[in-house]
T-cell receptor, first 111, second 110 residues
């Protein structure tokens, strides 16, 4: 069974203070690892897909990296508008269409 | 483009009742997935519909059923509601493996 564990559960940063969120996973045949952002009362918003170890993707202040067992979401010089819950999910191989999500990391960036 | 549209946004039911939630996918998407998100948890996969058939199902009881229509829109039905069914129900559409989520339907069971 696919499993995703995210840490920390909550993270509070000062504006401009860089940090990283962790996503550890176990999956049979990784077809993709996904990062989503979720604001309160809204649905998750797609950020990145990573497919193989060593892959990196960037978008504004966010950078996602992937190894064979974990992914990191690096946040550089965050702003208050980056405050949200960040969700990590994996899609396993074979005839598998579902995403298995972690519980998320609640990020708060104070001005 | 309106994205993924879900209705209703909020609803309150009592135990034992039945509920139907509706989803219109993003334009160009032919696949619809449903997820349940309890408070403080990540979304959990309920099932996925493609070509009007249930293509994959998660670990949810038969009380949860769905349908996809020829225009790709979808419904989620839950019978014999339990208190534990209170959650945010998310619909996601796709044409690849990247899901686009709606804002969800918040169900409260009293």
């Amino acid at each position: 069974e696919d499993q995703v564990t995210q840490s920390p559960e909550a993270l509070r940063l000062q504006e401009g203070e860089s940090s990283s969120l962790n996503c550890s996973y176990t999956v049979s045949g990784l077809r993709g690892l996904f990062w989503y952002r979720q604001d309160p009362g809204k649905g998750p918003e797609f950020l990145f897909t990573l497919y193989s170890a060593g892959e990196e993707k960037e978008k504004e202040r966010l950078k996602a990296t992937l190894t064979k067992k974990e992914s990191f979401l690096h946040i550089t010089a965050p702003k208050p508008e980056d405050s949200a819950t960040y969700l990590c999910a994996v899609q396993g191989g074979g005839s598998n269409y579902k995403l298995t999500f972690g519980k998320g990391t609640l990020l708060t960036v104070n001005p | 483009d309106a994205g993924v549209t879900q209705s209703p946004t909020h609803l309150i039911k009592t135990r034992g009742q039945q509920v139907t939630l509706r989803c219109s996918p993003k334009s160009g998407h032919d696949t619809v997935s449903w997820y349940q998100q309890a408070l403080g948890q990540g979304p959990q996969f309920i099932f996925q519909y493609y070509e009007e058939e249930e293509r994959q199902r998660g670990n949810f009881p038969d009380r949860f059923s769905g349908h996809q229509f020829p225009n790709y829109s979808s419904e989620l039905n839950v019978n014999a509601l339990l208190l534990g069914d209170s959650a945010l129900y998310l619909c996601a559409s796709s044409s690849t493996n990247v899901l686009t989520f709606g804002a969800g339907s918040r169900l409260t069971v009293l």
